[in-house]
């Protein structure tokens, strides 16, 4: 079974950096974009950030230039280096890809558990 799992979450002050990571696991053929979402209390899930298998990222305006995603295909794994975190970053940070297993012919559309981020006021 193919699965995301992220970590790196915490608490920081305003002005803080945090380092995600999310490593696919289980048995992949091939991954396609890769991305970073965001569901802060009674707001709907966001995009943070994309990046695609040839490494063109894509950022929403609210963390761009404060944000950078990055990925290692031979791992798997995307990052989110997250600097100058501000209290509205605090949000359930989620991972996502459409993974293609071995034996599929389709690509699934896969959520990590989600990590949680707070910067206080």
């Known amino acids: 079974q193919v699965q995301l799992v992220e970590s790196g979450g915490g608490l920081v002050q305003a002005g803080g950096s945090l380092r995600l990571s999310c490593a696919a696991s289980g048995s992949i053929f091939s991954i396609n974009a890769m991305g970073w979402y965001r569901q802060a209390p009674g707001k709907q899930r966001e995009l943070a950030a994309t990046?695609?298998?040839?490494?063109?990222?894509n950022y929403a305006d609210s963390v761009k230039g404060r944000f950078t995603i990055s990925r290692d295909n031979a791992k798997n794994t995307v990052w989110l280096q997250m600097n100058s975190l501000k209290p509205e970053d605090t949000a359930v940070y989620y991972c996502n890809a459409p993974i293609r297993a071995r034996g599929s012919y389709y690509y699934t559309d896969t959520w990590g558990q989600g990590t949680q981020v707070t910067v206080p006021q």
């Open positions: 990046i695609t298998s040839g490494g063109i990222a």
